[in-house]
């Protein structure tokens, strides 16, 4: 079975307490860092020298989630920095083959996403590229939005797709995560679960990360044994 990984978004948390808020969540797997540009999306939050500081002081490792334009051009400056895993979106990049090698010729997990409306299935003979495919389950740009089951039929696709040619890609699921829909991504074979308003919208957001592993653990147990 998958190991069941649960990554806070920073989106919902207090971005002048940022220090205290990612030891709130000091029990996730890592720390989803959103960063958008105001282009890619129609929203603005944190660049570079913010992500830097938070990887100074963060206690898990960090998952960028880059919503940015030109994903070729400053991608690889992220991955400089030293992050766990680096996700650009495959809308953004020229030559995903390339950057994906770049970032992880550069230390780091390579991480590509599609927005909701994106089909899977151009990319699936660049997966072995990958170390995680980013499904999201929102049209990026804000936290709080509802989780779209029309995404569901994309997920399992690249699950079986996955499965199928024996690479160990992990399918990153983002947006309306909580501990109702991730059920539903779990099961269309998601195991890296972002939720950012079910985490920090609690009022104790570890005990909040618990269980989303325990149902999505226990989704994903029963979607082995099927
Ligand atoms: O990439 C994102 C939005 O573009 C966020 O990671 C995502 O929306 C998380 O927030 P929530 O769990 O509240 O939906
Ligand atoms: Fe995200």
Do not use: Y
């Given at each position: 079975m998958t190991q069941c990984c649960i990554n806070p978004s920073?989106?919902?948390?207090d971005f002048v307490n940022l220090e205290g808020e990612l030891h709130r969540i000091s029990n996730a797997d890592a720390v989803h860092v959103d960063v958008m540009?105001?282009?890619?999306?129609?929203n603005l939050t944190l660049g570079l020298p913010v992500v830097q500081r938070i990887q100074a002081v963060s206690p898990v490792p960090l998952d960028a989630h880059l919503m940015i334009a030109e994903a070729d051009r400053w991608a690889p400056g992220f991955a400089d920095a030293g992050l766990a895993s680096v996700t650009f979106h495959a809308e953004a990049s020229i030559a995903p083959i390339k950057l994906a090698r770049e970032l992880r010729s550069r230390g780091s997990k390579a991480g590509m996403a599609l927005r909701p409306?994106?089909?899977v299935e151009p990319y699936l003979d660049m997966l072995?590229?990958?170390?995680m495919l980013l499904i999201m389950t929102?049209?990026?740009?804000?936290?709080g939005q509802a989780f779209l089951d029309v995404t569901l039929p994309k997920i399992r696709r690249a699950r079986a797709a996955i499965d199928g040619s024996g690479i160990g890609v992990a399918i990153q699921v983002d947006g309306g995560i909580t501990e109702e829909t991730i059920t539903r991504a779990a099961e269309a074979g998601a195991n890296i679960f972002v939720a950012g308003s079910a985490v920090y919208g609690a009022d104790d957001p570890a005990a909040a990360i618990d269980r989303l592993r325990n149902e999505g653990t226990r989704s994903l147990r029963q979607a082995s044994a099927e």
């Open positions: 920073i989106l919902s948390a540009d105001n282009h890619f999306v129609p409306a994106t089909p072995s590229e990958l170390d929102v049209e990026p740009g804000f936290g």
